[in-house]
């Protein structure tokens, strides 16, 4: 497997990386692996959606999986992607860029675009200028599978995008722009990842943006209501947090430059609804918890913006970058639960 030759070749040939967005769920999980990997980290962040104690647990996660003490590796700035000096001062001295830093959600780009906007696009840009001036090998960066907005079909196949549904999706799609411009003007290698409902490990259960899956586990765990938005009928291609990992690095490291300046679908191929879901997350802590009684969910109304169904072809990521989604919805909910229980 591709990934294995890979993360082998890391393990004895250190490099530099900047993870923007590094106290976020996806940044702090790139950064707890990147540093297994014996890999040099700078991460920025300004504490808007993420946590210090996110940074904390990613070092003291790859310490204790390592038996090596590992922090040294690491370099914090705090800083904020909408300002370009910032930006610079990242970048300095970086070997590849996983740009993670956003304002997500779709309900929060329609109460908030301006500010959504700003980070997610203006931050965009001044992140491809300092990277281009920085000389960076390779600048992959999260987009989203918002960006198939009202097409039809399904599977999501990487060419055939439909009109943005959200503020959220117009930035995202943006970004793609950007990107290509920024390759066809500079010669700046880039890849972009279309995420598909990402969850695992030190994701936010709480807050009104919090995503359904650790927001279900702990609304199960503290007894609370489970809201379901829409008849439940909803479905997405959910995808753990270690197929991420994955394909970020396969996208720094790719070395045929058929592979680049690409987008990707980044998911596991796998529909489920959110009935079903709610099931199969209930079920397994059922399973793990003595006297854990079964409830039923109350359902509510769609959420403006959303699609009623998403899932992603992902055979290009396997073509040209080696992917493999080695984490099935099943699979990856078996280890977030244990991991929950473990907290």
């Known amino acids: ?34 540093l297994i990997l014996n890999q040099k980290v700078v991460g920025v962040d300004n504490f808007e959606t993420g946590f210090q104690h996110n940074i904390d647990q990613a070092i003291e996660d790859a310490e204790n999986s390592s038996g090596k003490l590992l922090g040294h590796n690491f370099t914090f700035i705090k800083g904020d992607i909408t300002n370009l000096e910032d930006c610079h001062l990242a970048c300095a001295g970086v070997d590849f860029v996983l740009h993670h830093a956003a304002l997500g959600s779709v309900p929060r780009s329609i109460e908030d675009p301006i500010n959504t906007n700003r980070t ?9 200028i300092a990277s281009r001036d920085a000389k960076i090998k390779r600048f ?8 198939y907005g009202d097409h ?22 943006v970004n793609e722009l950007y990107a290509n411009v920024f390759s ?24 009104a943006y919090a995503a359904v899956i650790p927001a279900w586990i702990s609304s199960i765990l503290n007894h609370d209501p489970i809201f379901i938005n829409g008849d439940g009928k909803t479905s997405r291609d959910f995808c753990y947090i270690d197929n991420v990992v994955q394909i970020n690095i396969l996208a720094a490291l790719v070395e ?10 980044v998911a596991v191929s796998e529909k489920t609804n959110l009935n079903d879901l709610h099931q199969i997350i209930e079920g397994l802590l059922i399973k793990r918890i003595q006297g854990l009684i079964k409830k039923e969910p ?35 909910l078996e280890s977030l639960v244990d991991w929950y229980l473990k907290k």
């Open 184 to 207: 066809n003007n500079y010669g700046f290698d880039s890849i972009g990842l279309r995420y598909f409902n990402i969850f695992g490990k030190r994701q936010d259960p709480n807050g």
């Open 120 to 128: 997610n696009i203006d931050g965009f840009l001044n992140m491809l």
């Open 1 to 34: 497997m591709k990934y294995i030759e890979i993360i082998n070749e890391l393990k004895t040939n250190q490099r530099n990386w900047l993870i923007t967005g590094v106290a976020g769920f996806i940044g702090s999980n790139l950064l707890e692996n990147l």
């Open 298 to 332: 109350k359902y509510r109304e769609f959420r403006v913006g959303d699609v009623k169904h998403s899932l992603a072809d992902i055979s290009k990521a396997k073509k040209l970058l080696g992917y493999q989604s080695n984490y099935s919805l099943a699979k990856g």
């Open 256 to 265: 045929d430059n058929n592979s680049v300046n690409q987008i990707y679908n």
């Open 152 to 173: 039809p079909s399904l599977p999501k196949v990487e060419q055939n995008i439909g009109n943005p549904l959200s503020p959220y999706a117009v930035t995202k799609v």
């Open 140 to 147: 992959v960066y999260a987009s989203s599978s918002a960006n």
